[in-house]
Each structure stands twice: as C-alpha cells, then as structure tokens.
C-alpha cells in the first residue's frame, strides 16, 4: 500500500471512530483517547506490515540489482539528466 493511500485510509479510520465517540456521548477526553489509540494501532499494524512484506523478500546480490540498474531502457530522444527543470 502506497503512503497516500495509507494516510487517507488512517483519516477515514480516524473520522469514524471521532464520529462514533460523539455520537455515544463521549467526553472530549475520551475522543481524543480514543482517537490516539487507534491512531498508534493504525500505525504499528503499517510498520508490521512493511516489516513482513521487507522480511519475506528474498536478498538480492549486489551484481545483480548493478545489473538490473545498467540494463535500464530510455525511450529514444529522452535525456538522462539530474536536473528537474529548464533554467532560463
């Protein structure tokens, strides 16, 4: 799952659980609890994730991703520049 997509999931999560505090009559206080709480099992649930998605990929040797970064195909007429845009 891409970042964006990440935060824009953790601000509808977060929304219901702030919606549905209010709606239960909740203090102030505790829809803000509630809201961190969720926010931090959002969070370490994302890195867990990452962490097993990072674990389970098999190494790749160093010669082999120099390979792979040399074997890189341009469209013809397409610079290879580092620069973002023209200066003029």
């Known amino acids: 799952m891409s970042l964006p997509k990440f935060i824009v999931g953790m601000i509808f999560a977060l929304a219901i659980v702030v919606g549905w505090?209010?709606?239960?009559g909740a203090s102030l206080g505790?829809?803000?609890?509630?809201?961190v709480i969720c926010a931090?099992?959002?969070q370490v649930g994302y890195f867990l994730?990452?962490?097993a998605m990072i674990a389970r990929s098999e190494p790749v040797p160093a010669n082999k991703s120099r390979e792979a970064d040399r074997g890189i195909?341009?469209?013809e007429g397409?610079?290879?520049?580092?620069?973002?845009g023209s200066l003029r």
């Open 73 to 75: 195909k341009v469209a």
């Open 40 to 42: 931090v099992v959002i």
């Open 30 to 35: 505790i829809i803000i609890m509630r809201a």
């Open 49 to 51: 994730l990452v962490y």
């Open 78 to 84: 397409e610079k290879l520049s580092a620069r973002r």
């Open 21 to 24: 505090s209010y709606f239960d």
